[in-house]
Nanobody, 122 residues
Framework: QVQLVESGGGLVQAGGSLRLSCGAS????????MGWFRQAPGKEREFVAA????????YYADSVKGRFTISRDNAKNTVYLQMNNLKPEDTAVYFC???????????????WGQGTQVTVSS
C-alpha cells in the first residue's frame, strides 16, 4: 500500500511557475507508475501527466505539453510536477496517483493523495 501527500500548491500570477511535490510512504514506490491529475470547480477530474516507474517514459495532456514537466526521485520516494507559464485555466486541485501502466484514465490508478490547490490569477 502507498500513501501519497501532495505539496507545493499556491497562488501565482499568469506566466509564473510552481513545482508540486508528491511524497510517498512505503518501500514499493519505485515499482509504481505515477500520474498527476487535476480537477477544476464544476469539472471532471482530468489527466495532466504520467511517468513510468523508472522515470524513463513520460506522457502529457496536450493542454500542458511544453509547459509542465513530470519527474521522479525514487531515492526520495517523490514525484514532481514542474509547471511553467501557468495560465488561469490551470487553476484546479492537483492530485498525484500511483498505479501500473502509463495511463490517462483515473480508474487505472489505485492510490491517491488528498490534493493541493493551484490558483493562477490573470
Amino acid at each position: 500500500q502507498v500513501q501519497l501527500v501532495e505539496s507545493g500548491g499556491g497562488l501565482v500570477q499568469a506566466g509564473g511557475s510552481l513545482r508540486l511535490s508528491c511524497g510517498a510512504s512505503g518501500r514499493t514506490f519505485s515499482s509504481y507508475d505515477m500520474g498527476w491529475f487535476r480537477q477544476a470547480p464544476g469539472k471532471e477530474r482530468e489527466f495532466v501527466a504520467a511517468i513510468n516507474w523508472s522515470g524513463g517514459s513520460t506522457y502529457y495532456a496536450d493542454s500542458v505539453k511544453g509547459r509542465f514537466t513530470i519527474s521522479r526521485d525514487n531515492a526520495k520516494n517523490t514525484v514532481y510536477l514542474q509547471m511553467n507559464n501557468l495560465k488561469p485555466e490551470d487553476t484546479a486541485v492537483y492530485f498525484c496517483a500511483a498505479g501500473y501502466g502509463l495511463r490517462t484514465g483515473d480508474y487505472n490508478y489505485d492510490y491517491w493523495g488528498q490534493g493541493t490547490q493551484v490558483t493562477v490569477s490573470s
